[in-house]
C-alpha cells in the first residue's frame, strides 16, 4: 500500500513557475513507479510526466515537453514536479499516481495509487 500527498500548488501569474511536491508512505514506495497527471475542469486526466523507479528513465507529455521536469529524492520519500513558464491553460488540479509496472506508462488506468490532487492556478 502507497499513500501519496500532494503540495505546492497556489496561484501564479502567466511565465511563473512552481515546484510540486508529492510525499509518498509506505514500505515499498520506491518500487513503484510515478507520474503526474492534470485534470482541468470538463476535460479528461492528462499524462504529464512519469519517471522509473531508479529514476534513470522519464517521460513528458507533449504539453509540458521543455518546460516541466520531474525528479525524485528517495531518501525523502519525494518526487517533484518543477514547472516552468506557466501558462493560463496550465490551470487544472494536478496528481500524483504511483503504478506497480516497471515501465512508464502514459495511461492512467496503469496507476494503481492517486493523491488527493492540488490546484494549479495560472493567472494571465
Known amino acids: 500500500q502507497v499513500q501519496l500527498v500532494e503540495s505546492g500548488g497556489g496561484l501564479v501569474q502567466a511565465g511563473g513557475s512552481l515546484r510540486l511536491s508529492c510525499a509518498a508512505s509506505?514500505?515499498?514506495?520506491?518500487?513503484?513507479?510515478m507520474a503526474w497527471f492534470r485534470q482541468a475542469p470538463g476535460q479528461e486526466r492528462e499524462f504529464l510526466s512519469g519517471?522509473?523507479?531508479?529514476?534513470?528513465?522519464?517521460l513528458y507529455g507533449d504539453s509540458v515537453k521543455g518546460r516541466f521536469t520531474i525528479s525524485k529524492d528517495n531518501a525523502k520519500n519525494t518526487i517533484y514536479l518543477q514547472m516552468n513558464s506557466l501558462k493560463p491553460e496550465d490551470t487544472a488540479v494536478y496528481y500524483c499516481?504511483?503504478?506497480?509496472?516497471?515501465?512508464?506508462?502514459?495511461?492512467?488506468?496503469?496507476?494503481?495509487?492517486w493523491g488527493r490532487g492540488t490546484q494549479v492556478t495560472v493567472s494571465s
Open positions: 509506505g514500505r515499498t514506495w520506491t518500487t513503484y513507479t
Open positions: 499516481a504511483a503504478s506497480r509496472g516497471a515501465l512508464v506508462s502514459r495511461g492512467q488506468a496503469d496507476y494503481d495509487y
Open positions: 519517471i522509473s523507479l531508479r529514476g534513470v528513465t522519464t
